[in-house]
T-cell receptor
Framework: DTGVSQNPRHKITKRGQNVTFRCDPISEHNRLYWYRQTLGQGPEFLTYFQNEAQLEKSRLLSDRFSAERPKGSFSTLEIQRTEQGDSAMYLC???????????FGPGTRLTVT | AQSVTQPDIHITVSEGASLELRCNYSYGATPYLFWYVQSPGQGLQLLLKYFSGDTLVQGIKGFEAEFKRSQSSFNLRKPSVHWSDAAEYFCALLRYNTDKLIFGTGTRLQVFP
């Protein structure tokens, strides 16, 4: 299967702990996006990369959040000192620059207790 | 500011009936428009997209959508719904020259046998 993959699929953590999620995009896609989805809402943009460069960050992305894409392939999203409000589904998507059709992975569901 | 509105939170149809899901957008120029479907606990699957040209676009799973500039709408249709179509449907726009999708809040489709 050559789709977008995300790991882990589920993560339960205690408030104050750090968590890291991984996203592997479709291999030929140079753009990679992170979105967050809370219950009953559509996904909200967090950040995106073109190759290894992080080009945009949403104001939703507080200082506790950091994302990397070190070699322009997979990406990690780290949340430090998790809070209950961080509980959400974290979705990764990838695309070519043109056309910009974003293909999503299955998501990582984070529960902060 | 760009936005997407999906007026119907929840729609129920009988299997075999026709379906129309509404989507309205706010944007000063012609946006790129998308419909995604999300099954419970899963990521989003791209159903169809509109970039330019023919205003009636065909997608996967027998879905189609029509772009109407005068009404700022991009409604999704299917002539005969199957039970497997039960899911959450999201309309999204991508502003030209930016790379983040802006999603509506979604419409949950329930299908009765």
């Amino acid at each position: 299967d050559t789709g977008v993959s995300q790991n882990p699929r589920h993560k339960i953590t205690k408030r104050g702990q750090n968590v890291t999620f991984r996203c592997d995009p479709i291999s030929e896609h140079n753009r990679l996006y992170w979105y967050r989805q809370t219950l009953g809402q559509g996904p909200e943009f967090l950040t995106y990369f073109q190759n290894e460069a992080q080009l945009e960050k949403s104001r939703l992305l507080s200082d506790r959040f950091s994302a990397e894409r070190p070699k322009g392939s997979f990406s990690t999203l780290e949340i430090q000192r998790t809070e209950q409000g961080d509980s959400a589904m974290y979705l990764c998507a990838s695309s070519l620059a043109d056309p910009n059709e974003q293909y999503f992975g299955p998501g990582t569901r984070l529960t902060v207790t | 500011a760009q936005s997407v509105t999906q007026p119907d939170i929840h729609i129920t149809v009988s299997e075999g009936a026709s379906l129309e899901l509404r989507c309205n957008y706010s944007y000063g120029a012609t946006p790129y428009l998308f419909w995604y479907v999300q099954s419970p606990g899963q990521g989003l699957q791209l159903l169809l997209k509109y970039f330019s040209g023919d205003t009636l676009v065909q997608g996967i799973k027998g879905f189609e959508a029509e772009f109407k500039r005068s009404q700022s709408s991009f409604n999704l249709r299917k002539p005969s719904v199957h039970w497997s179509d039960a899911a959450e449907y999201f309309c999204a726009l991508l502003r030209y020259n930016t790379d983040k999708l802006i999603f509506g809040t979604g419409t949950r489709l329930q299908v009765f046998p």
